[in-house]
């Protein structure tokens, strides 16, 4: 199963609508938030599945996290603005580890992350629409038997998308 990874479009769908021209082998995308109804405009012009959670200029106040069970690996969505992704990543550790999830996903900083905690893997692709380090970037989440790739890319019109690959096998 491979999977699209936005955030952060805020109504700029042009590069997005590229980037899913490009990666024409995914199956469905995940979009974390800002704008939702963006998911929902490109899900209708694609023809994708797609998951989508809300982000803070959604609705504020309204939590909107996911789980997600996608080839025996445990997925939660989340804007991240609720848990101060901005200022620590501590508070949306802590959920990762309540929920147990193999695989956290997040973006509102506009900036990509990629780490480690105690056996989950927390992912952020960034913004493909507003950058905040001026590189538009997403990810490509491979998910087989358990195990999960997750591919960094970063966007320009000038060049081939540049990657690099995180690689996390699920421990049982």
Request: net charge negative; hydrophobic share 45%.
């Given at each position: 199963m491979k999977l699209l990874i936005?955030?952060?479009t805020h109504?700029?769908?042009m590069t997005a609508r590229k980037v899913i021209l490009a990666e024409q082998d995914v199956e469905q995308f995940l979009h974390l938030g800002d704008f939702q109804r963006d998911a929902r405009n490109l899900a209708r012009e694609t023809g994708l599945l797609y998951t989508a959670v809300k982000g803070n200029c959604d609705s504020y106040y309204e939590r909107d996290d996911k789980i997600l069970n996608a080839g025996g690996v445990k997925i939660l969505l989340t804007h991240g603005h609720h848990?101060?992704?901005k200022m620590s990543y501590d508070a949306l550790i802590y959920k990762g580890q309540e929920e147990k999830a193999d695989l956290?996903?997040?973006?509102h900083t506009h900036l990509p992350a990629y780490f480690e905690e105690e056996n989950t893997?927390?992912?952020?692709p960034g913004?493909?629409?507003r950058p905040k380090n001026d590189i538009k970037s997403y990810g490509i989440l491979t998910i087989?038997?358990?195990r999960f790739q997750i591919e960094h890319k970063e966007w320009a019109e000038t060049f081939p998308a540049i990657s690099r690959?995180?690689?996390k096998i699920k421990r049982g």
């Open positions: 936005l955030s952060d109504g700029s769908l848990y101060n992704v956290v996903l997040f973006g893997v927390f992912y952020n913004s493909i629409a087989e038997k358990g690959v995180f690689e």
